[in-house]
C-alpha cells in the first residue's frame, strides 16, 4: 500500500473531517478549532508527554554520575558502555532528552498539510477539498471555513507577536527543562556552550518556521508549547527555575537587588533510620561549585515513577563515592 | 547502541530535518491559482487561457489547426495575472479581461494591445474569479473582497461601488445583469440584488450555504448552486423569496443549465440531475461514478454533454438522462465548454482544446502549430 495513501487515508483526510467538524461545532470558528484540537492532540499524547518528560528529569539528574564516568574512562568505547548501563540503571532512555516538542512533530506536520488543504483560497483549492468530505451534514455544512480569529488571518504568515509569542514560550520551557541540567552537573565548557546554544536555537528554528508558515499552525504550535509548560511544571515541576532567575545579573545590580542565587542543587538528606533514601534543594552560598546527587524529591524514582527502585541503593552508592572524590 | 556523548545538534538536526520534509515547499503553502476561464470565440479567433495567466488568440489554419494570432500579456507588458478565471467579455472589437491578481484591462481585439485609453491595467482590491457583467457602459467586476466595482467601459476609470460587503465575502459565481438589477451571490451565503443607476439594494437573501457557482436567470427565477449541496430557486421579482430547493448528493458548484422546462446542473460528486424548474422535483438523476463536475452543461442537437475534472464525458438524452455514449478527454477538465455550432470544444487544465462530437462523442485534439508557422 503506498504510503502517500495510508498518510491520506488514515491521517490527513480524517483530520480534515475533524477540523472542519471542530469548526461547526465552534460557531464556525476555524482559530477556536486549532485551539480545541491542540488541547484534544496534547490530551491525547499526554501519556507520552509524561513519560519523556520524567525521562528527561531522569537524565538531568544522571548529569553528575555521567561526567564522572567521563572524566573515569578516557576510552570512548568503555565510556558508552558505562553510560548505557547507568541508563539501564536508571530505567531512562537517553532520547527522552529529545524534549516534549518532538512528540508534537507528528501533528505539526498533518495539520499543516490539513491548513493548507482546508484554508486554501483559490477557487480549485476549495473544490478539491469537496473530494476529502465525508458525507456528514456538519462537515458538508462548513464550507466555507471562516480564515480569520481575533485578528489573526489563519492563512497568511505568523505576524511577529505570534513569533515573539511561540520564542519566549519555547525559550521559558527550554529554560525549565535544562535548568538542573545547567546547574546540577557543572559541565565542562563545551557542553555548557551547547546547552545554552539548544536553550535559543529551538525556540529561534521553531519561531522561524512559525514566521513562513501559516499563523493557524503558529496558533497551534503557541497553545501547544503553552500547554507543554503547564504540564511540565504540574507533573515534574521547575526543577530550579525561578521567576527570578530570569533577571540578568547586570539588571539585578541596576535594581538593587541581590544577585541572583546560583541553581540550589539537591542535597542529600540522612532518613532516619541511617539509609540514605531521600534529598531535598539546598542553597549552597554564591560562588561555590554547585554539585548535587542524583536524588529525587519526596519519595520520586529517579526515571519519574513513585516508588523505589530495586537498584536505586547501587545507584545511589555510587553517586556517594563521586561526590568524595571530587572533595 | 546509543552515542552517549553530549550531541545537542542531533536532536536539533532532527528537528530541522522533520519540519524541512513536513513542510515541503514552504514558499508554495497554498495551491497556485490555475484558473478556468471559458475559451470563447470572437469573430475568427478564439481567446483561451494557454497558460496560467496567459490569454491566447488563437486562428484556425486551413487545415483545422490552431495557431497564435497574439497573446496577452507580453514582457513589456509589465503585468501578472496570475490566473485568469473570469470569461473574457467581447464587445465589438475590444476584449475586456479580469485576472485573479485583480487587474482589469481593455484588448484590441485585432492585435491584443492594451487600449490606450485605459493605459495599464486596472488594479482592484482583492481577486477576480467571477466573469464581469457588462451594460454597455460600464463593466461591474466583483472580488474575492466581497465588493462589486463599476468601471467606465471606456476609460476604465471606477466609477462607482455598487457593493461593499466588508469582511471575509468572496464572490466567485457569475453575477447576472438584467434590467437595471445586478444579481449577485457570494461565499458567505448571501445573494443581493442591485439597483446599478442608484446603487441601492433591492433585496439580498441569505441561503443556507454560500454560493460559488455563476448565477442564472430564467425570466424571474434566479437558480443559485450553493455549498449547502442544495439548488435554490429565488423569486428575483419579489424580494428573492425561495421558491424552492432542491438537495443533491454534493455541492452544486457549475452553471445551471436551463432548458425545456427543466434546470439542468451537475455536483462535485459526479452526479447530473435533472429538475423541473416550476416545481424543484427531480426528474431524472445520473450517476456518472467519476469524479466532480466543475464545468457547466452542454445541450447541443437533443445531447445534453457533460464532463467532469477527470475529463471522463458522457453523453446523456435530456428527457430521460439515459447514457447515449461515454469518452475520455486526456486531461483535466474545469472550465465550461465552447458550444461552437454543431461541437463542443473542452479546454484542458494543461492549455490544450478538445473537440468533442455531441452525436457520437468522439473526441478530437485541436492540434496546434507553433507560433508564425502555417501548414505545409
Known sequence: MPIGFVWQTFLETPLINLMVGLSALAFGSYGLAILIFTVISRAVTFPLTLRTLHSMRALQDAQPRIQEIQKKYSDPKRRSEETMKLYRELGVNPLGCLGPQLIQLPVFIALYQVIRITLGTTPESVLSLSGRLYDWDIVQGAIPLSTSFLILDLRENGPLWLVAMVFVAMWLQQRISSGRTRATAAPNPQQAQMNQMMQWMMPAIFSWFVFIVPAGLGLYWAGSTVIGIVLQWIFVGPGDFTWGSLVPDRARASLGMKPAAPQRPRRPREPAGGEQTETEESRPEAGVETRTDHGHSRGQRKDGRRGRRPSARSARSQSRSGRRRRR | ?376
Open chain 2, 1 to 376: 547502541m546509543f552515542h552517549v556523548k553530549h550531541r545537542p545538534f542531533t536532536p536539533l538536526a532532527v528537528v530541522i530535518a522533520a519540519l524541512v520534509l513536513a513542510t515541503g515547499c514552504i514558499g508554495d503553502t497554498f495551491s497556485q491559482p490555475s484558473g478556468w476561464a471559458s475559451p470563447v470565440e470572437a469573430g475568427e479567433v478564439l481567446l483561451v487561457q494557454s497558460e496560467r495567466g496567459r490569454l491566447d488568440a488563437l486562428e484556425f489554419t486551413a487545415s483545422g489547426a490552431l495557431v497564435e494570432r497574439w497573446h496577452y500579456p507580453v514582457s513589456d507588458d509589465q503585468v501578472e495575472l496570475d490566473a485568469i478565471y473570469a470569461t473574457p467579455l467581447v464587445e465589438g472589437d475590444v476584449i475586456y479581461l479580469a485576472g485573479y491578481s485583480g487587474d482589469v484591462v481593455a484588448l484590441s481585439l485585432a492585435t491584443g494591445r492594451p487600449l490606450p485609453a485605459w493605459g495599464a491595467p486596472v488594479r482592484l482590491d482583492g481577486h477576480i474569479v467571477a466573469t464581469p457583467a457588462f451594460d454597455g457602459e460600464r463593466l461591474y467586476v466583483a472580488t474575492d473582497r466581497g465588493r462589486v466595482s463599476a468601471l467606465d467601459a471606456s476609460s476604465g476609470r471606477v466609477a462607482d461601488v455598487v457593493l461593499d460587503a466588508a469582511g471575509d465575502h468572496p464572490i466567485w459565481g457569475d453575477p447576472v445583469l438584467v434590467g437595471g438589477t445586478l444579481y449577485v451571490a457570494d461565499i458567505d451565503r448571501t445573494v443581493h440584488a442591485i439597483g446599478v443607476a442608484s446603487g441601492d439594494a433591492r433585496w439580498a437573501q441569505p441561503l443556507g450555504g454560500g454560493v460559488p457557482a455563476p448565477l442564472a436567470l430564467d425570466r424571474e427565477v434566479l437558480i443559485a448552486g450553493s455549498l449547502d449541496s442544495r439548488l435554490y430557486a429565488l423569486d428575483a421579482g419579489a424580494g428573492g423569496s425561495e421558491l424552492w430547493s432542491f438537495e443533491g448528493d454534493g455541492w452544486f458548484w457549475s452553471r445551471p443549465l436551463v432548458a425545456g422546462g427543466s434546470i439542468y446542473a451537475p455536483t462535485s460528486r459526479g452526479t447530473v440531475y435533472a429538475i423541473d424548474r416550476a416545481s424543484g422535483a427531480e426528474r431524472w438523476s445520473f450517476a456518472s461514478g467519476g469524479s466532480q463536475i466543475r464545468t457547466a452543461l452542454a445541450l447541443v442537437d437533443g445531447v445534453l454533454v457533460a464532463a467532469d475534472k477527470d475529463g471522463a464525458v458522457v453523453g446523456l438524452n435530456p428527457s430521460s438522462g439515459a447514457v447515449l455514449w461515454r469518452s475520455t478527454i486526456d486531461g483535466d477538465i474545469l472550465a465550461d465548454p465552447l458550444v461552437r455550432g454543431p461541437e463542443v470544444l473542452y479546454l484542458t487544465t494543461g492549455g490544450d482544446l478538445v473537440r468533442v462530437h455531441p452525436q457520437d462523442g468522439r473526441v478530437e485534439e485541436l492540434p496546434r502549430l507553433a507560433p508564425g508557422r502555417q501548414d505545409g
